[in-house]
């Protein structure tokens, strides 16, 4: 069982086994609603893509994208356009260098997001994306295993264009009701994994700028939470000069 082939199944992927299938079902039981926030993350990476386009965005690094199956990035974006996926997982990044083999413009590569020199330098990163030109960085549920948030994202800042944007969607309590918020807090506890809060958030963008769209959630994302519950919240930030000047707040 890996995370990655459990997360195909919630995605309705064909790359997983009864083992994944069981674990998904134990997983949908422990924290209801886990698939429903799998798959309003997959519709939320998709609106990404035109809403990036639209500001000149071509170039998508996907930080613990898990297997690239279910309608992920190279199945949705222009002829062109660049797309690499991280994962750190061994197997999930094998499996994905064998889907996206003789692409001329993906590559999946295994390396740990939290060393953006060691994947801005890697070969197969280097031969496709220009980093002298605007990056989507996209964490898709997968910041709330990372510890140590604002560093981190300060670094990527570091490693990308003006221009670039940072889009994030992260497991919270923000938009659960408070019996839900103490089941999120069981299931962190005993999985050892950190919901934030939108406040605890937005002060770790430091540097990024929080884009107008504000925060959200990946079901109604560019438009404002309807009051549906949901286990994330989600945000889009920009790395431009301004953000160099004004600290994110608000
Ligand atoms: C929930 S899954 C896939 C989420 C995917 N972004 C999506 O929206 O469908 C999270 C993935 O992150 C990967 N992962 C966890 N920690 C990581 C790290 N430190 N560096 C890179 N990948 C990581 C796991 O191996 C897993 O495949």
Known sequence: MHQARVWDHLLGGALNSAVDRHAASVLERELPGTTRLARANRRFLHRLVGVLRERGIGQFLELGSGLPTAGHLHQVVAPGEVVVYVDNDPATAAQGRALVLGSADTVAVEADLRAPATIFAHPAVRRVLDPSRPVAVLMLHVLHLVEDVPELLHRYRLAVAEGSALAVSHLSPDYLAPADRARLARFAAAQRCTPRSRAEFRSA?????????????????????????????CCVARADFASELIPASG
Not at 210 to 225: E, F, I, R, V, Y
């Open 205 to 233: 963008l430091l540097d990024w700028r929080l884009d107008g769209a504000g925060m959200s959630t990946p079901d109604t994302w560019p438009d404002p939470p309807t009051g549906q519950p949901s286990l994330a919240f």
